[in-house]
C-alpha cells in the first residue's frame, strides 16, 4: 500500500518506474469524472471505479449464525 498524495512533489522517490508511470496518468484524469467499472491504464494494469453504498448502522441488523 502507497500512503501518498500524487501532487505532493516528491511522491515518486522510491518508488519502481512502472508505478510512477501510472501515478503520471492518473493525474492526467479527472477521477470524479470516471464511471463505475473497469478502466485499463495499459495492456497490464487496470483500476476498478467504486461507488460505496453506505447506510446508518441502526438500520443494519446482526445476525450471528453457526
Given amino acids: ?3 501518498s498524495s500524487l501532487t505532493s512533489p516528491n511522491f515518486k522517490v ?3 518506474k512502472v508505478i510512477t508511470e ?7 484524469l479527472d477521477l470524479n469524472a470516471l464511471e ?3 478502466h485499463d491504464i495499459n ?3 487496470y ?3 467504486m461507488e460505496p453504498e453506505t447506510a446508518e ?3 443494519k ?3 450471528i449464525t453457526s
Avoid: A, E, H
Wanted: aromatic share 4%; glycine share 8%.
Fill in 47 to 49: 483500476m476498478n471505479v
Fill in 61 to 63: 441488523k446482526s445476525r
Fill in 14 to 16: 522510491g518508488l519502481p
Fill in 36 to 38: 463505475n467499472g473497469r
Fill in 22 to 28: 501510472v501515478c503520471d496518468y492518473l493525474n492526467t
Fill in 43 to 45: 495492456d497490464q494494469i
Fill in 57 to 59: 448502522p441502526s438500520s
Fill in 1 to 3: 500500500m502507497i500512503i
